[in-house]
């Protein structure tokens, strides 16, 4: 199993909603990362995840809180969110956090604020 | 600190064409580069990838070359096809030293191949 599996593909939700992304892999990668796109730009990096553990937050708002349950899994909770918000949220694996390392990416969620 | 430029698109191209996509970082230390493309409506997939310098990747009839004397690593392709349409994304990894894995992003050039 060479890929990330991204649920929902599409979400819409209000601003006072509460929701989650979700994101899994299954080919023993230990880090685990969490990006942001807007249309007709590149991926901004949000959240790192290396061994379960939180190694890097870009300083992105407390509205959105990730979490890892394990190894396998990364989720991103959604709380009072902006219409600015609005993007598509990729989730990312790599065997770890050194510099040669492949991400592999996953078709992203995309997310609509009302 | 760190960054890459990538040449403005969109690149319109007829099939069959040659492509280069010009690709030039900034970097203190010895970045690994690499080149994703995200087809519409999908994910970004890497395309290649160079460690150090002189490495040439390839993949799928794409090239580039690790030129350090030159900061580049610019794409190459001889003869595009329909489907080569995409955005492609040209990166490097983060040099800190707590290894952090973070990957610093071109701004993304757009090619669109008509038949």
């Known amino acids: 199993d060479t890929e990330v599996t991204q649920t929902p593909k599409h979400l819409v939700m209000g601003m006072t909603n509460k929701k989650s992304l979700k994101c899994e892999q299954h080919?023993?990668?230990?880090?685990m990362y969490w990006y942001k796109q807007k249309a007709k730009k590149p991926p901004e990096l949000m959240f790192v995840?290396?061994?379960?553990?939180?190694?890097i937050n870009e300083s992105v708002p407390s509205r959105f809180s990730p979490e890892c349950p394990n190894s396998s899994l990364l989720n991103l909770h959604l709380h009072a969110l902006q219409p600015e918000d609005s993007a598509l949220y990729l989730c990312?694996?790599?065997?770890?956090?050194?510099?040669?390392?492949?991400?592999?990416f996953g078709a992203g969620s995309r997310l609509t604020v009302l | 600190g760190d960054s890459v430029t990538q040449m403005e698109g969109p690149v319109t191209l007829s099939e069959e064409a040659f492509l280069t996509i010009n690709c030039t970082y900034t970097a203190t230390g010895y970045p690994s580069l690499f080149w994703y493309v995200q087809y519409p409506g999908e994910g970004l997939q890497l395309l290649l990838k160079a460690t150090k310098a002189d490495d040439k990747g390839s993949n799928k009839g794409f090239e580039a070359t690790y030129r350090k004397e030159t900061t580049s690593f610019h794409l190459e392709k001889g003869s595009v096809q329909v489907s080569d349409s995409a955005v492609y994304f040209c990166a490097l990894s983060d040099l800190g030293s707590s290894n952090t894995g973070k990957l610093i992003f071109g701004q993304g050039t757009t090619l669109q191949v008509k038949p």
């Open positions: 080919m023993g990668h230990r880090a």
């Open positions: 990312a694996s790599s065997q770890d956090t050194g510099r040669a390392n492949v991400l592999t």
């Open positions: 995840y290396s061994y379960e553990k939180l190694s």
